[in-house]
């Protein structure tokens, strides 16, 4: 690829780049993503259900079975509250169309690329 053709992709990613910074769907999951990052709630129920899942496998090590489904059944509950949490739903709802709209992008991209290699070697064949 020739500098010039280098140069125009650049700019073109960069483009790209900048739009996808102002898009409503970026800016809404990067806002609901800091929110959880921030949230002690959060962090402190991720805590919990590593304490809780730590707890199992030291009472299954130590052949304590009911100590060892106790400690399973909090994680569980845990994670299931953890799931349910309204900022972790929104996250993930937010990450979803994030992911739509990036999979869609990358699908134009990939189809128009090989449209113009196509092209591309069509006009080769042709003044062989």
Same mark, same amino acid.
């Given at each position: 690829m020739n500098l010039e053709k280098e140069a125009a992709v650049e700019a073109a990613l960069n483009d790209l780049t900048a739009l996808l910074k102002e898009n409503e769907v970026i800016i809404d999951y990067q806002r609901v993503q800091k929110r959880v990052a921030e949230s002690d709630t959060? #962090?402190?129920?991720? &805590?919990?259900?590593?304490?809780?899942? #730590?707890?199992?496998?030291?009472? $299954?090590?130590?052949?304590?079975?009911? $100590?060892e489904k106790a400690a399973l059944k909090e994680a569980d509950r845990l994670t299931k509250e953890f799931?349910?949490?309204?900022?972790?739903?929104?996250?993930?709802?937010?990450?979803?169309e994030a992911n739509d709209l990036l999979q869609h992008l990358t699908h134009m991209?990939? =189809?128009?690329?090989?449209?113009?290699?196509?092209?591309? &070697?069509?006009?080769?064949? =042709?003044?062989?």
């Amino acid at each position: 690829m020739n500098l010039e053709k280098e140069a125009a992709v650049e700019a073109a990613l960069n483009d790209l780049t900048a739009l996808l910074k102002e898009n409503e769907v970026i800016i809404d999951y990067q806002r609901v993503q800091k929110r959880v990052a921030e949230s002690d709630t959060l #962090k402190q129920l991720e &805590d919990e259900i590593k304490e809780a899942q #730590k707890a199992a496998v030291q009472y $299954a090590h130590y052949g304590k079975p009911e $100590a060892e489904k106790a400690a399973l059944k909090e994680a569980d509950r845990l994670t299931k509250e953890f799931d349910q949490h309204p900022l972790v739903t929104a996250y993930r709802d937010q990450l979803v169309e994030a992911n739509d709209l990036l999979q869609h992008l990358t699908h134009m991209i990939q =189809k128009e690329v090989n449209d113009t290699l196509e092209a591309d &070697d069509f006009e080769t064949d =042709k003044s062989e």
